[in-house]
C-alpha cells in the first residue's frame, strides 16, 4: 500500500553527518500528494555512455539477422541473462575521412562530439555535456566522468594524449578527465568536499555519521521507502568497504616493466571497472547524477590481460591481421569487457525503482569509435543500447541502419528522451529512428 504524504519531503533531502553528507534515492515521501494521488510519479531519466578502445571483430558482434527473433553472436553471449533490455545497433558511423592524422584519438574524440578534433586540442561539445547543461542544474552533480585509467603525455597516436582518452567536452577547447580512483569517486559522491574529512571521521564510514538521521527519517516514512532507504544504504556500505579494502592491502608485485598502479586503484582490470560501475550506479540510484561517462580503457590502449590468458597488448592484438591465433586473443579480451558491461546491467536491474528497476529508466549506450580495429574503420560501429529511457525505448532487437549513419544522429534522440533536446550535434543529419 502507498502512503500519500500531504506535506512532501524535499527532493534534495540529504543525510548529514560530521564532514559527509548522503543524498537519498527517490522516495514516496518525496512526492507531492497531489500528485502521487493522480498517478505514480515517473523516476528520473538516466544517461550514460560506456566506451571499449580499439574496435571489435565485428563478424562476432553482428547478429545475423535484424529484428527480436535473432541469435546472439559470441562476443555478446556474456548478456544472454539481458538479452530483453538492450538492442544492437548497426550501420552507426563516426567521422568518415579529412582525419586530422592518426585514428585512435579522432576515434576517441570525436564519439561524443561528431566533431574532428585537432591538435592543438580542440573538438566539439559532447553529448553527455550537452545533457549536463540542460539537465544538470536538477542533481548535485550535473556529470561524472569515470574510467580506469587516466593518460597524460605529450603524444598519443600523434595528438595530444588528452585527446586519445577524453569523451567529455563542455566547450570545444576544454577537454573534460576522467576519474579513475574510487575513493575520489566515491568522496565527490558522498563527501563534502572538506580537505580534513578523514581526520573528521576517524577512517569511520560514512553511513555511522549520519546513522541518527537515518533512523529518525525511518520512522517518518512508508515501510515500502523503509525497504529502498535500508536496501540503497546497504549498497553505499558494500562500495565502501570494498574501497577502503583496496587501499589496505599491499601493493602487488608488478611485472617486469610494468608501472606500479596508483594508491587505492585495483590492479585487474575487473574488479576495477566493476568497483566504478557501482558507483555509477550509486550515483544514479541516489540521483546525484543522470549523466555518466564511462572509458573502460582509452582510445590505443595497450593493456594485457594476464588473468584472462592475454600477455599481449591490446592494441598490438587489434591488429591481428586475420591470423586466427591472435583474434582468438583479442576475442577474449572484448569478451572480458562485455561481460563486465553484463555485470554493470545486472546492479542496475537490481535496484528498484517505481514499478520496474533502475535499468528501466536508463538509456545506456555501450561502444567504441572504431569498428574494425584492424583497419581503424570507423564506420558500421559496435553499438548497444540498453535500458528503456522510462519507457521511451524498445529494446530486445537487432536495428540495422543505412551505411554511415551519423552516430549523433543516435545520441539526438537520447538527449531529447532525457530532457535535454537540441537541434544539432557535429555531424549529425536528425534524431535518429526506429528506437520506440
Same mark, same amino acid.
Given at each position: 500500500m502507498i502512503t500519500i504524504p500531504r506535506h512532501p519531503m524535499s527532493r534534495r533531502t540529504v543525510l548529514r553527518g560530521v564532514g559527509a553528507t548522503i543524498a537519498l534515492p527517490l522516495l514516496e515521501a518525496m512526492t507531492p500528494w497531489r500528485a502521487l494521488a493522480a498517478?505514480?510519479?515517473?523516476?528520473?531519466?538516466?544517461?550514460?555512455?560506456?566506451?571499449?578502445? #580499439?574496435? =571489435?571483430?565485428?563478424?562476432?558482434? $553482428?547478429?545475423?539477422?535484424e529484428g527480436g527473433d535473432y541469435e546472439l553472436p559470441d562476443?555478446?553471449?556474456?548478456?544472454k541473462d539481458f538479452r530483453e533490455d538492450f538492442s544492437v545497433l548497426s550501420g552507426l558511423a563516426a567521422l568518415q575521412g579529412g582525419h586530422d592524422g592518426g585514428n585512435h584519438a579522432p576515434a576517441m574524440a570525436a564519439f561524443l562530439t561528431g566533431?574532428?578534433?585537432?591538435? &592543438?586540442?580542440?573538438c566539439g561539445v559532447s553529448a553527455d555535456q550537452i545533457a549536463a547543461s540542460k539537465i544538470g542544474q536538477l542533481t548535485r552533480l550535473?556529470?561524472?566522468? *569515470? +574510467?580506469?585509467?587516466?593518460?597524460?603525455?605529450? /603524444?598519443? %597516436? +600523434?595528438?595530444?594524449?588528452?585527446?586519445?582518452?577524453?569523451?567529455?567536452?563542455?566547450?570545444?577547447?576544454?577537454?573534460?578527465?576522467?576519474?579513475? /580512483?574510487?575513493?575520489?569517486?566515491? %568522496?565527490r559522491l558522498f563527501g563534502t568536499g572538506q580537505a580534513?574529512?578523514?581526520?573528521? $571521521?576517524?577512517?569511520? /564510514?560514512?553511513? &555511522? $555519521?549520519?546513522?541518527?538521521?537515518?533512523?529518525?527519517l525511518s520512522t517518518r516514512v512508508s515501510s515500502d521507502d523503509r525497504h529502498k532507504l535500508d536496501e540503497y544504504l546497504t549498497a553505499v556500505r558494500d562500495v565502501e568497504r570494498r574501497v577502503g579494502r583496496t587501499e589496505e592491502l599491499p601493493a602487488p608485485n608488478p611485472p617486469q616493466g610494468a608501472a606500479?598502479?596508483?594508491?587505492?586503484?585495483p590492479a585487474e582490470f575487473a574488479p576495477h571497472v566493476r568497483l566504478m560501475g557501482d558507483m555509477m550506479v550509486l550515483a544514479f540510484q541516489a540521483d546525484v547524477t543522470r549523466v555518466c561517462t564511462f572509458i573502460f580503457e582509452p582510445e590505443g590502449s595497450g593493456r594485457?590481460?594476464? @588473468?584472462? +590468458?592475454?600477455? +599481449?597488448?591490446?592494441?598490438?592484438?587489434?591488429?591481428?591481421?586475420?591470423?586466427? @591465433?591472435?583474434?582468438?586473443? *583479442?576475442?577474449? *579480451?572484448?569478451?572480458?569487457?562485455?561481460?563486465?558491461?553484463?555485470?554493470?546491467?545486472?546492479?542496475?536491474?537490481?535496484?528498484?525503482?517505481?514499478?520496474? #528497476?533502475?535499468?528501466? #529508466?536508463?538509456? *545506456?549506450?555501450?561502444?567504441?569509435?572504431?569498428?574494425?580495429?584492424?583497419?581503424?574503420?570507423?564506420? &558500421?560501429?559496435? =553499438?548497444?543500447?540498453?535500458?528503456?529511457?522510462?519507457?521511451s525505448l524498445k529494446p530486445a532487437r537487432h536495428v540495422r541502419y543505412p551505411t554511415n549513419t551519423p552516430i549523433t544522429n543516435l545520441w539526438l534522440s537520447l538527449l531529447e528522451r532525457a530532457g535535454a533536446t537540441t537541434k544539432t550535434l557535429g555531424d549529425s543529419t536528425g534524431p535518429l529512428k526506429g528506437l520506440d
Open positions: 498517478e505514480k510519479t515517473k523516476p528520473p531519466i538516466r544517461l550514460a555512455w560506456v566506451y571499449v578502445p #580499439n574496435g =571489435i571483430q565485428m563478424k562476432h558482434w $553482428t547478429p545475423a539477422k562476443l555478446l553471449a556474456p548478456l566533431t574532428q578534433p585537432r591538435r &592543438d586540442v580542440r550535473p556529470s561524472l566522468e *569515470i +574510467g580506469s585509467k587516466r593518460i597524460g603525455g605529450a /603524444s598519443c %597516436d +600523434g595528438f595530444p594524449c588528452v585527446v586519445s582518452s577524453t569523451l567529455s567536452w563542455p566547450s570545444p577547447t576544454q577537454p573534460l578527465p576522467l576519474e579513475p /580512483s574510487p575513493r575520489a569517486v566515491f %568522496d580534513d574529512r578523514k581526520k573528521a $571521521t576517524a577512517r569511520r /564510514s560514512i553511513l &555511522d $555519521t549520519v546513522q541518527g538521521e537515518a533512523a529518525s606500479r598502479p596508483g594508491d587505492g586503484i594485457s590481460y594476464p @588473468e584472462i +590468458g592475454v600477455k +599481449g597488448g591490446h592494441h598490438n592484438l587489434s591488429h591481428h591481421g586475420g591470423r586466427v @591465433e591472435t583474434v582468438e586473443q *583479442i576475442m577474449k *579480451i572484448e569478451r572480458h569487457h562485455v561481460t563486465q558491461f553484463a555485470y554493470l546491467l545486472g546492479k542496475l536491474k537490481a535496484v528498484k525503482e517505481g514499478d520496474g #528497476n533502475l535499468l528501466d #529508466n536508463c538509456m *545506456i549506450a555501450y561502444g567504441s569509435g572504431l569498428g574494425d580495429g584492424d583497419r581503424h574503420d570507423h564506420k &558500421d560501429l559496435p =553499438i548497444l543500447l540498453a535500458g528503456k529511457g522510462g519507457g
